[in-house]
């Protein structure tokens, strides 16, 4: 057992408690979301093409300064951490609220603030943009599938696909073979494509000839921060997913309370009962995973790229089980289109594609673990 | 109020008083708890200090510090983590005085006679009867399950004295002396070729009244107390990374590339994966614990643990191939502890099936997880108000 790489687990063990800030945070996330983010709305706004609040995400954004929550203050943000980000996510999962969160406050954020400190026009480019986004004010999009998983080459082509919330960016950020630009929307082509998960659109982005934008980096640095901006990414995902599982999970304890067949609650059934509290087993799983990972982003653990393919491997199977439990228990309601769990289990299918599959983790884990594969 | 500051010192008066070089151990332990450093949350003159039960680590680290000896807890568990809280919460002043200090020494073994050849998960069905006979109880009944009862001294017996009252209600909690003549232990042979449970034939055992823990009819309350503490005590250990059996498949991985597959490098990564968020869990809970919030999230650990040492020991074996077609040594021993590492992995896949069974069965903790944490409606019962000795056996 000499060449195990496990570490010596002693004094910088994760904190993977909520603290009291954090159990604050969440309280006025959620009552947020539960006054202005109504699922039926969220219904009709997809059904109208559209699912995005303006307002909410100001209140978010802006109002609340969730948006700058990984920005130090001095960079124009809120100088929080991932577990704050983290615990945001989590409340966005539950109350499956279409907003930028993900895409412009965790991965074009990360990826600015790994450019922070440049010195020269990139240097203060970046740190308007930066301050812009932290704000509220700027939506910033990093203009790669939402697909692309941190520790592989991102692609450089002309044209990108599956680019998230793009449609309501300002500015997003354009990832070529020879850096890192800014090119606000009006100068992007930008065509609609249609998503599994309509919470979170996506989009084809084409960049016009001869527009080239506002060079942030060059070759190294864009494609360290980009790395950079995935990984957070992808940690921070964990905890929407944990979100969407704790949703699916009590709306269909709730569910199956109440609803009776042969004259008993549903929920009696013994079948019924260890299928639910086995996905609490794994909810409960989840939430470590999920916080490891924030936790480990947040103090810039060594550790911090196997926390983070652990919880994806992880978080990515509960969120899409929750999910798929969800509908089946909720029986032929949960088929309709009238009843949110359809919303909750699009978006666990695409975010288990989002930002490397499992699978794609697994590989990482293969040699973070030093468990090769067979030759 | 105790802190740790105050503590601290104390144990360390303690332990300049008795250097534990030149000290006995039995009289080392003996003194330890007189001093009130056994268990610091026990009251005064029963081993402890009233103190915050999280202050032990202070204490335990000074004396591991020290090179004291310890109470061998392993040989001691049943003692320590079932009977000892379930006296301390129920029994008589005569009872707390004379049962916990050689119990907390190990000078005197527990065991636990609760489990039946026809009442497993349905404990409360139990059959063992105890009448009443002027100032004693006679017990007779048959007990199974029951580790280190071939070297007890006393134990924890549940037995009905009310057949006609409903399961629940007519059983009541005795302290059993183990050399009674009518106590007879036999070793109950195991799928792995060892003994490490024994069957207890219990054939007119007098236990004087004296030894009743609670009041006649109230043992299934008093139970619930032993039966809490046994599903707690997996709840405050600290893993590493690997620590647990997925060390020992992962290791076997990468001292014997030749062994490897493709299915099998899906379903390691998998478990790999699974052991780790587990341990992570499990990390979480003890700071919950630590930090005054204990959750529900500790019902959940074991039936976690069960299924991945399950599934991990299966792999390992297939990994094996040839050699997993062998078997390491059938003997039939009377180990006074399970020991995981010590023997091949053939006895780890077959002992691990135990995991799912013992402590309450995977099944029974689910529908307590789907009742007391999810709340969800019980199935319907056909067996509380009827009378013990109407229900169908």
């Known amino acids: ?84 980000a983290a615990v945001v996510l989590e409340e966005l999962g539950r109350a499956m609220a279409p907003a930028p969160y993900l895409t412009s406050s965790v991965i074009a954020t990360e990826t600015l603030l790994a450019l922070a400190g440049q010195a020269g026009p990139e240097g203060a480019a970046t740190a308007e943009l930066l301050a812009e986004t932290a704000a509220g004010r700027t939506v910033t999009v990093l203009a790669l599938p939402l697909s692309a998983s941190p520790g592989a080459e991102p692609p450089t082509g002309p044209a990108v696909t599956a680019v998230a919330d793009a449609r309501l960016a300002d500015v997003l950020l354009v990832y070529r073979p020879d850096g890192l630009y800014a090119v606000r929307r009006a100068d992007a082509q930008l065509t609609p494509q249609l998503a599994l998960d309509l919470t979170r659109p996506l989009a084809t ?114 969120a899409v089980h929750a999910a798929e439990e969800c509908v089946q228990l909720h029986a032929g309601i949960g088929m309709t289109w ?38 | 109020m105790t802190d740790a500051h105050e503590l601290r010192s104390r144990t360390r008066e303690f332990l300049a008083a008795r250097p534990p070089a030149g000290t ?14 056994a268990w610091v949350h026990y009251p005064p003159g029963l081993g402890g200090l009233g103190a915050p039960r999280t202050l032990q680590a202070v204490v335990d680290a000074e004396l591991a510090a020290a090179g004291a000896p310890d109470n061998d807890p392993r040989r001691i568990m049943i003692g320590l983590g079932m009977a000892a809280p379930t006296i301390l919460a129920y029994g008589t002043e005569e009872q ?52 280190s009862a071939h070297i007890a001294r006393w134990a924890i017996l549940i037995a009905r004295t009310d057949p006609d009252a409903p399961k629940h209600r007519g059983i009541t909690y005795f302290v059993c002396d183990m050399t009674d003549p009518g106590v007879e232990v036999r070793p109950l042979r195991q799928i792995t070729g060892e003994a490490e449970f024994n069957e207890v034939f219990l054939t007119g055992v007098r236990i004087p009244d004296a030894y009743r823990i609670g009041a006649v009819g109230e043992g299934w309350k008093v139970a619930q107390t032993t039966l809490m503490n046994e599903r707690v005590t997996i709840g405050g250990m600290r893993l590493p990374r690997e620590g647990g059996m997925i060390g020992l498949a992962a290791a076997t991985w990468r001292e014997r590339p030749e062994l490897r597959t493709h299915e099998l490098h899906r379903r390691l990564l998998d478990l790999w994966v699974d052991a780790e968020v587990a341990r992570l869990t499990a990390e979480r809970l003890r700071q919950q614990l630590a930090a005054g919030q204990p959750g529900p999230e500790g019902s959940g650990t074991k039936l976690v643990f069960a299924r991945l040492n399950q599934e991990i020991s299966s792999l390992e074996l297939e990994l094996r191939g040839e050699e997993g077609l062998l078997y390491d040594d059938w003997t039939m021993r009377r180990p006074e502890q399970v020991d995981f590492t010590g ?51």
């Open chain 1, 1 to 84: 057992m000499s060449t195990s790489p496990a570490k010596e687990v002693g004094t910088t063990e994760p904190d993977l408690l909520y603290s009291e800030a954090e159990a604050d945070l969440r309280a006025a996330v959620r009552d947020l979301l539960g006054d202005r983010a109504d699922l039926q709305a969220t219904l009709a706004g997809m059904e109208a093409g559209d699912p995005y609040d303006p307002a909410l995400w100001q209140a978010l954004a802006a109002g609340m300064g969730a948006a700058g929550l990984l920005v130090p203050e001095k960079l124009g943000g809120q100088g929080a951490s991932h577990r704050e």
């Open chain 1, 205 to 318: 982005v084409a960049i016009a000839g001869g527009t080239s934008g506002t060079r942030l980096a060059g070759t190294g640095t864009a494609r360290a921060a980009v790395q950079r901006g995935l990984l957070t990414g992808a940690g921070l995902l964990a905890s929407e997913q944990l979100g969407i599982a704790e949703w699916c999970l009590e709306e269909t304890v709730r569910y199956t309370r109440e609803r009776h067949q042969f004259n008993r609650p549903v929920g009696s059934f013994q079948a019924l009962k260890h299928r639910m509290a086995r996905l609490w087993l794994e909810v409960v799983n989840a939430r470590a995973a999920a916080r490891n990972a924030a936790d480990a982003l947040a103090t810039g653990s060594d550790d911090v790229a196997l926390a983070v393919s652990v919880a994806q491997a992880f978080c990515s199977r509960a």
């Open chain 1, 338 to 375: 009238e009843h949110p769990a359809h919303l909750y289990l699009k978006r666990a299918k695409s975010d288990e594609l989002a930002l490397g599959t499992p699978g794609r983790h697994k590989e990482l884990l293969a040699a973070l673990a030093d468990l090769p594969a067979p030759r």
């Open chain 2, 24 to 37: 006995d151990r039995a009289d080392f332990l003996k003194a330890r708890f007189d001093a009130g450093l």
């Open chain 2, 96 to 147: 707390k005085r004379r049962f916990l200090r050689p119990l907390w020494t190990g000078e005197e073994v527990w065991c636990q006679l609760f489990s039946e050849p026809g009442a497993g998960s349905d404990l409360a069905a139990l059959g063992t009867r105890a009448v009443r006979d002027g100032d004693d109880w006679v017990v007779t009944g048959q007990k199974v399950w029951t580790s």
């Open chain 2, 343 to 393: 023997r091949d992995i053939g006895y780890r896949y077959l002992r691990t099936k135990g995991n799912s069974i013992e402590g309450g069965t995977s099944e029974v903790l689910l529908n307590i997880v789907a009742e007391r944490v999810l709340g969800l409606p019980a199935e319907p019962r056909t067996d509380k108000d009827v009378a013990w000795k109407d229900l169908a056996r």
